[in-house]
Every structure is written in structure tokens, then in C-alpha cells.
């Protein structure tokens, strides 16, 4: 699951790893709504990212479900490296689609100190194989952010850069993998409160 909205998702900015970017009072709203969402799945466990964003959320959704959350660098947010902290049109103008460029694995990223996609699904599969081996036959929730979520997808779905790059996932929205016998499926994308999808809306 991504985080609620963030101060740094309306101001957009590339907030990376800075501590102290909180959720927004509509990001806290989004965790309430998504924790009441999840009842029908009975959590065994979270676990989150240490970011202030997600850990937030996680405790919300951890209160609402009676369940303990656990913190976990694996899911951490994207190392920004040189571009932490900048705007996305100040990026966009000095280096080109940058986003772009991550998915496609080009060393520019990595010569501004950005953290790769690699690297990215690396931890994440890390993660993943910790929780089928800890949490056999259990419903369990991982907050984290939008980088690490596509990661996991694209390791499903074999997607391509420009197909990552279009995929945008919703902040509080559930991304559902199911795993049998070592392989996995994607059973939802974005999954939220119906009410939070345009074409519900009056």
C-alpha cells in the first residue's frame, strides 16, 4: 500500500528520505478510509517503511485493525541522491524525464546519486520472500511508496519503462499480489474507497 498524501505529493517536490514531511489532513483522511477498507482482509501483521509519510499511515491503519505495524528499511523510499529536495519542473528542465530515465536504468540517474530500479527491486523482492516465509498462509500489509510498489508490479507483469512511467499509484490506494506455490499475481491495483475513483463522483 502507498502512504497518504503527503505535503511533498502537493507541493511536488522530490522529498526522497527528508524526515519531517508530513501527511496532509486529506493523506490522514485517505488512511482512515483505506484502514476501514482493509478490515474484510484480516491483517496479520504491517510492516513500513521508516519514512514519516508511511509510518504515519501505518499506525493509523495498524489502530483501526487492532494489529501491531513493524518497521522495515526494505521499504523505504527511493534514495533522490543530488535531485532530494528539488521540484519536479526545476528537474524536469536542467535533466529531461528523469522519472523516465530511472526506469530505463540510465546511468545519468545513478551519477546523481539516485538509488536504481534494480536496486529498488532487489530489497523489495527481499522483503517479499521474508514475509512468504514468516507469514505462510497470512494477509499482510506493507506500507510503502510509489517506486517500490511499481517495482514489485513490474516484476509480475515484466512491464516496460514507458508503461511504468505512465503507471501512477494512488496515494492510501492497496496494491494486492497474491502468491501460490512461488508464483505471484496481481489481484488489484489502486484498490480505495469507491467514492475516491472520478467516475463515482457527482
Do not use: C, W
Not at 484502514?35 to 501483521?45: N, R, V
Not at 510492516?47 to 522495515?72: G, Q
Not at 536504468?105 to 523489495?124: D, M, N, P, S, W
Not at 506455490?181 to 472520478?198: H, L, P, Q, W, Y
Amino acid at each position: 500500500m502507498r502512504h497518504g498524501q503527503a505535503i511533498n505529493n502537493t507541493k511536488r517536490l522530490l522529498a526522497g528520505r527528508t524526515p519531517g514531511v508530513p501527511l496532509t489532513k486529506t493523506g490522514i483522511d485517505q488512511a482512515k478510509k483505506i484502514a476501514k477498507f482493509l478490515k474484510p482482509f484480516h491483517l496479520s501483521t504491517i510492516y513500513s517503511s521508516p519514512i514519516e509519510r508511511a509510518k504515519v499511515t501505518a499506525e493509523i491503519v495498524a489502530e483501526h485493525n487492532s494489529i501491531d505495524f513493524h518497521i522495515d528499511e526494505r521499504l523505504n523510499e527511493l534514495d533522490m541522491g543530488k535531485f532530494t529536495g528539488m521540484e519536479y519542473d526545476k528537474i524536469f528542465k536542467s535533466h529531461g524525464n528523469v522519472f523516465l530515465k530511472f526506469y530505463q536504468g540510465e546511468l545519468e540517474i545513478a551519477h546523481q546519486g539516485v538509488e536504481t530500479f534494480a536496486q529498488v527491486k532487489k530489497r523489495i523482492l527481499g522483503m517479499v520472500d521474508h514475509v512468504i516465509k514468516e507469514h505462510v498462509d497470512e494477509n499482510v500489509l506493507l506500507v510503502t511508496h510509489m517506486d517500490p510498489i511499481k517495482a514489485m508490479i513490474s516484476t509480475v507483469m515484466d512491464l516496460k519503462p514507458n508503461s511504468l512511467f505512465e503507471l501512477i499509484i494512488e496515494n492510501a490506494s492497496l496494491t494486492v499480489f497474491k502468491e501460490e506455490e512461488g508464483k505471484f499475481s496481481v489481484s488489484a491495483i489502486n484498490a480505495m474507497d469507491a467514492e475516491r475513483f472520478d467516475l463515482f463522483q457527482q
